[in-house]
């Protein structure tokens, strides 16, 4: 039983994880340019945790970093617009889990 609390556990993790990406990605949006120390005081996220996201959406393509901060890029909106879609799929497929 404990192995499989550590698998939900990990699933958790990664879903409050894709949510911080989310977030961040919305403030920047709202408030670019945007610092890490700035981002980090708005989301109440340390910095060591902004700096690895904002590294993630970067890698993405989501992120622009400038050097007056982050800025979102070009692919924000078709991103953002996707979630959703995103969101039942991943529904979908533990439902089909969930049934099997």
Do not use: C, W
């Not at 911080?20 to 990605?25: A, F, K, N, Y």
């Not at 920047?28 to 700096?51: A, C, D, F, W, Y």
């Not at 979102?72 to 039942?88: L, R």
Request: charge should be negative.
């Amino acid at each position: 039983m404990a192995e499989e609390a550590s698998l939900f556990d990990r699933a958790f993790e990664e879903i409050e994880l894709i949510g911080r990406h989310i977030d961040m990605l919305k403030v920047t949006k709202e408030m670019q340019p945007i610092g890490i120390i700035r981002l980090s005081e708005v989301l109440n996220i340390p910095k060591h945790k902004v700096r690895y996201s904002l590294r993630l959406l970067e890698k993405e393509g989501l992120i622009i970093a400038t050097n007056e901060g982050a800025m979102v890029s070009d692919k924000y909106e078709e991103f953002i617009g996707g979630v959703s879609g995103q969101f039942e799929d991943l529904i979908g497929r533990i439902n089909r889990i969930r049934q099997s």
